[in-house]
Structures are given as C-alpha cells and as structure tokens.
C-alpha cells in the first residue's frame, strides 16, 4: 500500500503543487472579499450545546490551520490526471457552493464568544486568525466541510490501496480534530 501511494503523490508531483497553490490563491481573495463586503445584513448564529461543552481554547489555533496542510494531501494523491481533474472539480464545487451561501447569508460567530480574557488574546497566532478570518462565514463552516470532504477522499484512497486500519484512523483524528478546532477556536 505504500508503494502505491508512493508511486500516486509523484505522478504529476509538479501539476499538483501549481495546482493546489493555484487553487488556493483564487479562493483566499474570493473567501476575504465576500467575507469583508457582504451584500446582506450578517447573521449572528445562536450558541449551541456543543459551543458550551467545548471550551475557548487558543492552543487549538495550530490544529484549526492545519486544515492547509491536511487539504493538499488528497489531490497529491490522485494517481492520475484524470482522478486530479475529477478532485479538482468537486473541491471548486465545494468551495463555490460555500462561498455562494457566504455571500447570499453572511453569517458570524456570536458577540459573546468574541469576549477574550486579555492573556488569551495575545496568545500566538491567535489575534492574527481573529484579525484575518474576524469570525466571519460561521455557517455553514467551510473549514469543517473542506475538511471532511478531504478524509472522505484519502478514506477511498488508503480503502482502494488496501492501507491498514491506522493511516484511516489517523486520517479521521484528524479530521475530528480539525471539527473540535473550529469550536475549540469560535470560528464557526
């Protein structure tokens, strides 16, 4: 199983590294324009059980950007261009569809989560995730969904190149950690 995916991440390593950074420099300035320059009123979403249940927790910020990580692993993987193409089209659509909810109901993470004891908020790449993604598009939560549709694809993927159960198990911690980081950080 590793030889076989060994032999998929360098096939086209190339394209898929233009490629991944590409798709990420069209939907950064996508993402923060319909983010800064909502055509409706922002809709604040309710606290939930889980938003008491999971405490603000700073330290989660480094497990919450590690989505940036994770989400390149599946489209290295593709074992031919065929597959990257077909990946590449369901993450635009993904992408899109999540950037068209943002900018017909821009939504927000509640006021009252925004209170910050002053230690927390000078707590290292905190202010700056505050600062750029300003707790804006909560719902629907674009970082849980790209993220889940990754483990569903690297699931197919180890499934199909008959991995063990561990690199699975390992790709659903983390994916639950990057679900329990966005709570964890109140960014959705």
């Known amino acids: 199983w590793l030889h076989v995916l060994r032999q ?3 096939h086209l390593q190339s394209l898929k590294a233009v490629g991944i950074c ?3 420099a069209l939907f950064f300035p996508a993402y923060f324009h319909v983010l800064h320059n909502p055509v409706n009123p922002v809709t604040p979403m309710p606290l939930t059980p889980l938003d008491a249940w999971i405490p603000l927790q ?3 910020f480094w497990v919450y950007i590690s989505l ?3 989400v390149g692993i599946a489209p290295s993987l593709q ?3 065929r597959a990257l193409l077909q ?4 993450a635009t659509a993904l992408c899109a ?3 068209a909810c943002f900018y017909l109901w821009p939504t927000a993470v509640p006021s009252q989560a925004h209170h910050l004891d002053p230690a927390v908020a000078q707590h290292a790449g905190f202010a700056l995730m505050r600062g750029l ?3 804006g598009n909560a719902c629907p939560s674009l970082h849980v969904g790209t993220a889940m549709f990754t483990a569903w694809w690297l699931h197919r993927m180890l499934s199909a190149a008959h991995a063990p159960a561990w690199p699975r198990l390992l790709n659903a911690a983390w994916f639950l950690a990057i679900a329990w980081s966005t709570v964890a950080v109140r960014q959705h």
């Open 8 to 10: 998929h991440w360098w």
């Open 22 to 24: 590409a798709f990420m």
């Open 58 to 60: 700073p330290e989660a």
């Open 68 to 70: 940036w990580l994770y």
């Open 79 to 81: 074992p031919s261009l």
């Open 87 to 90: 990946y590449g089209a369901w």
């Open 97 to 99: 569809t999540g950037l």
């Open 133 to 135: 993604d300003a707790a």
